[in-house]
């Protein structure tokens, strides 16, 4: 490792991350530059959504379906959307859900039923690698819909189509999960 953070790539010097510890003492930054508690429920809705896309990550990573692979790049997109509109507390314009966003969500939950059976009972995740990471995801937005719904409660989300959004998504990726176990 070199001394001044920084390392060669093929001559050509790229910068490497460095630390800042301003989160030491349990704080974070939003967008606007507010200092919150890492424990506050903005930080906590928008860490869960980066979980949510981390899993959709090992989904993506794993398939051999184009299908998928495309639905969870446009998914994770619109995660970071999402995280950068309540790191933003909504005073953003440019980070905003919208209804064309949930639109798409129904019209690719359509298209995939028309493709694969969804039981009208509980499941047991794991019919393959792809499937069991996309359950995983499901179960993250889900908690990231509960977070968001508490925001709410608390007044700190007043953005109705932000709670349309994550429980779309949560639908899609169970159906996709199931798509997966039958086209993956």
Same mark, same amino acid.
């Given at each position: 490792?070199?001394?001044?953070? %920084? ?5 050509? =010097?790229?910068?490497?991350? =460095?630390?800042? =510890? ?31 896309? %981390? ?75 792809? %499937? ?20 709410? @409660? ?16 949560? @639908? ?9 176990? =039958?086209?993956?």
């Amino acid at each position: 490792m070199q001394d001044d953070c %920084s390392r060669s790539n093929g001559g050509e =010097k790229v910068s490497v991350f =460095k630390f800042s =510890k301003k989160g030491d003492g349990g704080e974070t930054s939003l967008l606007t530059g507010e200092r919150v508690s890492k424990a506050s429920l903005r930080p906590e809705t928008y860490g869960t959504l980066d979980e949510a896309s %981390s899993a959709l990550g090992l989904a993506k990573a794993a398939t051999h379906n184009e299908t998928i692979r495309q639905m969870i790049t446009t998914i994770q997109q619109d995660l970071m959307i999402l995280g950068a509109e309540l790191a933003s507390e909504g005073s953003n314009p440019g980070y905003s859900v919208d209804a064309d966003l949930i639109t798409r969500l129904e019209e690719w939950i359509e298209r995939l039923q028309e493709e694969v059976a969804i039981p009208r009972s509980f499941i047991l995740p794991g019919d393959n690698p792809v %499937s069991a990471a996309l359950d995983l995801a499901r179960t993250i937005v889900r908690r990231a819909e509960r977070r968001a719904a508490a925001m709410r @409660d608390a007044g700190l989300l007043d953005h109705a189509e932000v709670h349309a959004y994550l429980n779309r998504a949560a @639908d899609l990726l169970f159906t996709l999960a199931r798509y997966a176990a =039958k086209n993956d």
